[in-house]
């Protein structure tokens, strides 16, 4: 499959994040002053996910107003859209955002209404999905997904934890996670990027749809047949993983080891701008080193399309399209 190939199959992109993924454009034209991309994204050269994480600080400063945040969402959907994507579901986190000129539930509307918007214009759909970040009072992020209840199946599909997972095991958030449970919503967990494969065990116990990343749990035969058995998505996000040495350079990229042992791997952005890439970048990129087929790229859009938080009408769609 060639670069033109890629761009007309109808992908998905799971895991996006808001913030990590909006233009040097909009940035320029939002904050009043210019950028370089080395400013804004990282190289091969990063050294880890902590040096990776410092490239948000100029986003958040633009997700300042609600008027930004929708219009940085709408940015983002006409990126996927440009390149394929029929459904994506971004993730944001609503306490980055939220101040006192500017309400938790404000800035979950302001995302909404920019999917909306996006939907609308440029021949996509979308999901949001709200993030608790590790750093954040346990309390604070249960207030928030009690907020993000209320928009539940009206524009965001699940719950999402990120972070500095190293330092913040999954333990820490056993509670965070019944209430999530209780209150019925679907949730995904960034765990195995820069964490242990505790991390992955511990989020499947609490009752996560997907991970995020899920990277080390790659020679655990006995997480891998888990991951299998109980049908856990796997949100894959190759460029980042090699830029945050989740996965070393010399390490084959193990997508296609997990696609062909029948768990439902897929393939994700993570960042579109501080990793200045897209889903058909992601592709091409394992492609080249040799890592993937046709076969297995195809595979990883059908299962996107299962595990997906989308309504069975838009995962009816996107079986047709395909």
Request: charged share 25%.
């Amino acid at each position: 499959m060639n670069r033109e190939d890629i761009i007309k199959l109808p992908k998905l992109d799971l895991h996006c994040h808001l913030d990590g993924s909006l233009s040097k454009v909009f940035l320029e034209k939002t904050l009043g002053r210019n950028f370089t991309m080395e400013e804004l994204s990282v190289s091969m050269d990063c050294n880890s996910l902590v040096e990776y994480l410092k490239k948000f600080d100029i986003p958040l400063e633009a997700m300042n107003t609600q008027e930004n945040i929708k219009a940085a969402t709408v940015e983002v959907m006409k990126s996927a859209s440009d390149e394929g994507v029929k459904y994506i579901e971004i993730r944001f986190a609503p306490l980055l955002s939220a101040s006192n000129s500017m309400s938790t539930k404000a800035v979950i509307e302001a995302v909404i209404e920019g999917i909306q918007e996006g939907s609308e214009l440029f021949n996509i759909h979308g999901n949001a999905i709200c993030c608790a970040m590790t750093h954040q009072p346990i309390e604070d992020s249960k207030s928030m997904f009690k907020i993000a209840r209320e928009y539940y199946g009206s524009g965001v599909a699940g719950l999402d934890l990120a972070g500095d997972e190293a330092n913040h095991p999954i333990g820490e958030f056993k509670e965070l996670f019944g209430f999530a449970r209780e209150l019925g919503m679907n949730f995904t967990i960034h765990a195995g990027e820069a964490g242990p494969k505790s991390n992955i065990k511990g989020a499947i116990d609490y009752g996560a749809k997907r991970i995020g990343h899920g990277i080390a749990m790659r020679n655990d035969e006995e997480l891998l047949k888990l991951a299998k058995d109980k049908g856990i998505g796997i949100e894959m996000c190759p460029i980042s993983n090699y830029q945050t040495k989740a996965v070393l350079k010399e390490q084959t990229y193990p997508y296609a080891d997990y696609i062909r042992r029948g768990i439902l791997a897929t393939i994700n952005t993570d960042n579109r701008l501080v990793s200045n890439t897209s889903i058909t970048n992601e592709i091409l990129f394992l492609q080249k080193k040799s890592m993937i087929d046709d076969r297995d790229i195809l595979q990883g859009i059908k299962n996107a399309i299962e595990v997906s938080f989308a309504s069975d009408d838009i995962k009816n769609m996107l079986w047709k399209e395909l």
